[in-house]
DNA sequence: GTTTCATGTCATGTTTTCTAACATATAACT
DNA sequence: AGTTATATGTTAGAAAACATGACATGAAAC
């Protein structure tokens, strides 16, 4: 699914559109902005262009501030949450090397006992 | 999946972002409107506002102009598409209604047959 | 050598967005 | 009560993006 996070992550909503499709005006988007909690890209004219994902996390922002969080709150979370996911990324890594090293272990053992009754496509084995 | 269908039917993307997903030039793209290939919404302020599924659609006309089609060729393929789709969707209410009928079918023979050594609740039936 | 088609280019007007500044309501604090 | 901080509204002026319409043009078709 690599295609479809690009797709969400691509800078192509102006502001405009965002304020639709947020019901956020102008200014608090902006504002968020001033307050790190989004960063938009620009166009070559330095109009924002904001991504699928940007309008997501708008949402969070809204939802966050109606329970009453506040501007330093509200980054602290989406920290929190970015290390959260680093982490994630980290231990999927971690678990694919794990995989890694049972696929050189079974290489290893079918270099080392030749063949002795297990077939080399045996189905147990990857 | 009927929310992802409405996200790439969102029109959204103004004609400054379409040019660069598509490396169409504006004039190509509104010529392409005035052929009918394409009918984007319009903004409050009359701004051209495009889906996801418009930018597929402008990449699909650069495609077959590539092949050598002309506007009424493609013109003529769009439509030929759309029937086709409308056909399917057809197919599919169709199969759904047979559905229907076994599940009227079933309940029928409940009604009729009493309750002879099964369960109203037997996990088999529905 | 005209026509037609698809596109380029230019002019002019309107809409959208930008930044920056000043204003204000609400909550928090002393 | 008076002050302060926070989040947002409002306004002004400039720049960017977009709309429409007209005229221009290269390539293909006839």
Chains 1, 2 share one sequence.
Do not use: W
């Not at 295609?3 to 499709?21: F, Q």
């Not at 902006?30 to 620009?42: A, S």
């Amino acid at each position: 699914m690599k295609e479809k996070e690009l797709r969400r992550s691509l800078a192509v909503l102006p502001i405009g559109t965002v304020m639709k499709l947020t019901n956020l005006t102008a200014r608090q988007i902006r504002y968020y902005e001033t307050q790190e909690l989004i960063k938009p890209e620009r166009s070559d004219g330095n109009r924002r262009l904001y991504s699928l994902n940007d309008v997501d996390r708008l949402l969070e922002i809204k939802d966050y501030l109606d329970e009453g969080l506040n501007m330093a709150g509200i980054r602290e979370i989406f920290m929190q949450k970015q290390l959260d996911q680093e982490h994630r990324k980290e231990q999927q890594s971690k678990t694919l090397t794990d995989d890694d090293v049972r696929e050189i272990l079974h290489d290893e053992i079918l270099r080392a006992g030749g063949l002795q009754g297990m077939s080399p496509t045996s189905p147990k084995l990857r």
